[in-house]
């Protein structure tokens, strides 16, 4: 009868050892489960920001390097020649 005594509580044990495992194993799958949950939020709240940084940053490149202004060449000579007439040419009417 011993032996038996001795196999059910052996039984018994390995029953609550089991019980245990189980009971961690889902405790961790549900602070796995959370995890991600806040994985994916914080990856939404990440995309989210960089849409606006992209933006306000393509706007502040725009408006930071403004286009420097460069001086016209003109055609005409730097000196002036008074004393030379202008000549007119006159066009054809076509």
């Known amino acids: 009868m011993d032996s038996i005594r001795d196999l059910k509580r052996l039984l018994y044990e390995r029953t609550e050892a089991l019980r245990r495992r ?8 549900k602070a796995l489960e959370e995890r991600d949950a806040t994985i994916r939020y914080l990856q939404n709240e990440i995309d989210k920001f960089r849409q606006i940084v992209d933006l306000s940053l393509a706007s502040n490149a725009i408006n930071s390097n403004p286009r420097l202004k460069r001086q016209a060449i003109s055609a005409e000579p730097l000196r002036s020649d008074a004393t030379k007439p202008v ?8």
Do not use: G, W
């Not at 189980?22 to 799958?29: A, G, I, W, Y």
């Not at 000549?87 to 054809?92: A, D, Q």
């Open 87 to 94: 000549m007119k040419f006159t066009k054809p009417k076509r």
């Open 22 to 29: 189980d009971e961690t194993v889902e405790m961790l799958e």
